[in-house]
């Protein structure tokens, strides 16, 4: 018991060191921007503290429970020799954890709003679940095949950029925003877990090099499928989506306006979406573990007290968020944008990408299996501080473009020629961690404080349309991690090269 308790205060410490800068980053914006005391400074106070125990709870409960049980998993599979119920266990996992994503639905529900019902929630929302579904298998099908990640990830991206040119500008922004908000905060380390599991049972492949990647993929292949439907839907109905403006504005008002008071009846429903989020997963690993594998879980009890803490980690760190983050950092965000200051916003926007990153949960717990598998030559904190100042860069440069207007596959192209440069000279050790790294930055905490900007932006500054130019902000910031995070593969390289000829 007090082995647990100390290693419960380790992981209480680092959590209060991840907030560090994003308290940092909203205390400098209201003292000296705003210049005002906020509201309820109290119910911040504690939704920070709160923030802090449901980190420290998550990170326990994924090192009991969510780890364990997706490694047995991908070992009891290797072991079966069964191809097809591996690649139905990988699709259904991809498909039923994204179709109930909180972050999805609300991104489908908006577009469908600001698009006058053109663009319909439901079929947005199985198109992302379906492309995720076959994202993983496709992944875990190159693990078992040993195929290197970059052909794989090179071909993807050349066909997104192609069918930009196709698809409608309506849809772009939405797309490449789909790609980054399909991944969960449970399913990205169970989906770590599975691919390193898979790769370490399988002779020949290197949990380093082999293991990684499952995610990059599950961000890509939305952007795909996303903009191939919106093709689609608007060849059959090609109408101009300007006719919708009003209900476009009262869209954005309202996700801009969201969270700025804190209901204590969301305490209820928060717990009620973790779970939500958490059932799906469950379902499907215990239908293939018990029907399928026909072997029962190892530790149950020791898995089963770790999803828990999972569950409660996630609903503490949603409420504290709710009660603390999202409300002052939406505030500062909307006011930014009112201001007219473009030097502010784009500070604004790379700070808080930064900070927000830093207390990530999903690239915790990315960082820490990378650290683990690769025997420390990956410095997990190294590596979150490579991912944050990929994102800060993003998105500061996203907000930049939607201040000028510029079309947003210009840049994501230009982005995409430099992660396909760097490919070839990073180390293949980082290049799925990099490509991974992408896929993990925009989740709880990121989107909703993004999107605000982004949309915020686009509705303050005259001659944008909030659904061309308000999404995008979160492709941004998928891309741009994967830059920084090769190119600090290539430079730890280049010194360990350096220290052995030394």
């Given at each position: 018991?007090?082995?647990?308790?100390?290693?419960?205060?380790?992981?209480?410490?680092?959590?209060?060191?991840?907030?560090?800068?994003?308290?940092?980053?909203?205390?400098?914006?209201?003292?000296?921007?705003?210049?005002?005391?906020?509201?309820?400074?109290?119910?911040?106070?504690?939704?920070?503290?709160?923030?802090?125990?449901?980190?420290?709870?998550?990170?326990?409960?994924?090192?009991?429970?969510?780890?364990?049980?997706?490694?047995?998993?991908?070992?009891?599979?290797?072991?079966?020799?069964?191809?097809?119920?591996?690649?139905?266990?990988?699709?259904?996992?991809?498909?039923?954890?994204?179709?109930?994503?909180?972050?999805?639905?609300?991104?489908?529900?908006?577009?469908?709003?600001?698009?006058?019902?053109?663009?319909?929630?439901?079929?947005?929302?199985?198109?992302?679940?379906?492309?995720?579904?076959?994202?993983?298998?496709?992944?875990?099908?190159?693990?078992?095949?040993?195929?290197?990640?970059?052909?794989?990830?090179?071909?993807?991206?050349?066909?997104?950029?192609?069918?930009?040119?196709?698809?409608?500008?309506?849809?772009?922004?939405?797309?490449?925003?789909?790609?980054?908000?399909?991944?969960?905060?449970?399913?990205?380390?169970?989906?770590?877990?599975?691919?390193i599991g898979l790769a370490s049972s399988i002779k020949g492949r290197n949990p380093t090099i082999d293991g990684f990647g499952l995610i990059a993929f599950a961000s890509l292949t939305p952007m795909i499928f996303v903009q191939l439907y919106g093709i689609v839907v608007y060849a059959?109905?090609?109408?101009?989506?300007?006719?919708?403006?009003?209900?476009?504005?009262?869209?954005?008002?309202?996700?801009?306006?969201?969270?700025?008071?804190?209901?204590?009846?969301?305490?209820?429903?928060?717990?009620?979406?973790?779970?939500?989020?958490?059932?799906?997963?469950?379902?499907?690993?215990?239908?293939?573990?018990?029907?399928?594998?026909?072997?029962?879980?190892?530790?149950?009890?020791?898995v089963s007290v770790g999803i828990v803490l999972v569950i409660l980690g996630l609903y503490a760190f949603i409420l504290g968020l709710e009660m603390g983050l999202f409300p002052i950092g939406e505030t500062i965000a909307?006011?930014?944008?009112?201001?007219?200051?473009?030097?502010?916003?784009?500070?604004?926007?790379?700070?808080?990408?930064?900070?927000?990153?830093?207390?990530?949960?999903?690239?915790?717990?990315?960082?820490?299996?990378?650290?683990?598998?690769?025997?420390?030559?990956?410095?997990?904190?190294?590596?979150?501080?490579?991912?944050?100042?990929?994102?800060?860069?993003?998105?500061?440069?996203?907000?930049?473009?939607?201040?000028?207007?510029?079309?947003?596959?210009?840049?994501?192209?230009?982005?995409?020629?430099?992660?396909?440069?760097?490919?070839?000279?990073?180390?293949?050790?980082?290049?799925?961690?990099?490509?991974?790294?992408?896929?993990?930055?925009?989740?709880?905490?990121?989107?909703?404080?993004?999107?605000?900007?982004?949309?915020?932006?686009?509705?303050?500054?005259?001659?944008?349309?909030?659904?061309?130019?308000?999404?995008?902000?979160?492709?941004?910031?998928?891309?741009?991690?994967?830059?920084?995070?090769?190119?600090?593969?290539?430079?730890?390289?280049?010194?360990?090269?350096?220290?052995?000829?030394?």
């Amino acid at each position: 018991m007090g082995e647990t308790a100390k290693i419960f205060l380790h992981d209480l410490k680092n959590s209060f060191k991840d907030l560090v800068p994003i308290v940092a980053v909203v205390v400098f914006f209201q003292a000296v921007v705003v210049r005002a005391v906020p509201e309820g400074l109290a119910s911040i106070i504690v939704g920070l503290l709160i923030v802090a125990v449901g980190l420290a709870l998550f990170i326990r409960g994924l090192e009991l429970g969510i780890f364990p049980i997706g490694e047995n998993l991908a070992t009891d599979f290797a072991r079966k020799g069964s191809f097809w119920w591996l690649m139905a266990f990988a699709f259904t996992i991809g498909f039923s954890t994204t179709v109930a994503e909180p972050a999805l639905i609300a991104i489908a529900d908006k577009a469908a709003s600001i698009s006058g019902g053109k663009i319909d929630a439901f079929f947005l929302r199985m198109t992302v679940a379906a492309s995720v579904g076959f994202a993983i298998a496709l992944g875990v099908f190159r693990i078992l095949t040993g195929h290197p990640i970059q052909y794989y990830i090179i071909a993807g991206y050349v066909l997104v950029v192609l069918i930009t040119f196709f698809a409608p500008p309506e849809i772009v922004g939405l797309a490449y925003d789909s790609g980054g908000v399909t991944t969960s905060t449970v399913t990205v380390p169970l989906v770590a877990a599975l691919g390193i599991g898979l790769a370490s049972s399988i002779k020949g492949r290197n949990p380093t090099i082999d293991g990684f990647g499952l995610i990059a993929f599950a961000s890509l292949t939305p952007m795909i499928f996303v903009q191939l439907y919106g093709i689609v839907v608007y060849a059959v109905s090609p109408e101009s989506a300007h006719a919708t403006l009003a209900v476009m504005e009262e869209a954005v008002r309202e996700t801009v306006e969201a969270h700025e008071v804190f209901d204590p009846w969301d305490i209820l429903w928060d717990l009620l979406v973790v779970i939500k989020d958490v059932a799906p997963i469950l379902a499907v690993i215990f239908f293939f573990q018990y029907l399928v594998i026909k072997k029962p879980v190892a530790h149950l009890k020791k898995v089963s007290v770790g999803i828990v803490l999972v569950i409660l980690g996630l609903y503490a760190f949603i409420l504290g968020l709710e009660m603390g983050l999202f409300p002052i950092g939406e505030t500062i965000a909307f006011q930014l944008t009112e201001m007219k200051n473009d030097l502010l916003i784009y500070l604004f926007a790379f700070l808080i990408g930064f900070s927000t990153t830093m207390a990530e949960p999903s690239l915790l717990a990315i960082a820490i299996k990378a650290k683990e598998v690769s025997e420390g030559r990956i410095n997990d904190f190294v590596l979150r501080v490579a991912v944050a100042i990929g994102v800060a860069l993003g998105i500061a440069l996203g907000a930049y473009r939607i201040v000028v207007g510029d079309p947003l596959h210009y840049y994501i192209i230009v982005g995409y020629i430099v992660v396909i440069a760097l490919t070839w000279f990073a180390p293949r050790y980082i290049i799925p961690i990099a490509y991974d790294s992408g896929g993990v930055t925009t989740s709880t905490v990121t989107v909703p404080l993004v999107a605000a900007l982004g949309l915020g932006l686009a509705e303050n500054i005259e001659g944008r349309n909030p659904l061309v130019d308000g999404f995008g902000l979160i492709a941004f910031a998928s891309l741009f991690p994967m830059i920084t995070v090769m190119g600090y593969g290539i430079y730890a390289d280049h010194i360990a090269k350096k220290e052995a000829r030394a």
